[in-house]
Every structure is written in C-alpha cells, then in structure tokens.
C-alpha cells in the first residue's frame, strides 16, 4: 500500500483495513508454525503497510486537535 493511497481513504476505512492486516499478520505466523511459508518478506511488507496506517490516523488526530 502506498502512501498517497493510504490518505485518499476514509477514517472508517483505515480501521478496517488495520484489522484486516492484522489477521493476515495473524495468519502469517499460523502458517510459519504449521507449514513453511515461501516469501517471509510478507511479514516486513504487512507490518510496514499496518504502521503507514497508524500513523496517517494518529496524524489526523493531531491535526483535528489543534484545528479544535
């Protein structure tokens, strides 16, 4: 996920898809412990995209509160 795709989407948006990375993050390792996983760079990519996320809501956060 890229940056400027992360700010074209809604607040409502950004915590569904924090969930839903969430789960696969969870799933990830369900499957590193259960079977081998071929790319384990899928871990960095989902913990990256869940952190871009965060901090573009924490960010609005401090916006709005100084805007207030």
């Known amino acids: ?3 400027h795709e ?4 809604g607040d409502d948006e950004i915590d ?5 990375l969430r789960r696969r993050l969870f799933d990830l390792r369900c499957q590193m412990v259960t079977e081998k996983i071929q790319n384990t760079a899928q871990f960095g990519h989902v913990k990256r995209d869940i952190a871009r996320l965060l ?4 960010s609005r956060q401090v916006t709005a509160a ?3």
């Open 1 to 3: 996920m890229k940056p």
């Open 6 to 9: 992360v700010k074209k989407l």
């Open 16 to 20: 569904i898809e924090v969930a839903s």
């Open 55 to 58: 901090t573009e809501k924490r």
């Open 66 to 68: 100084q805007d207030a």
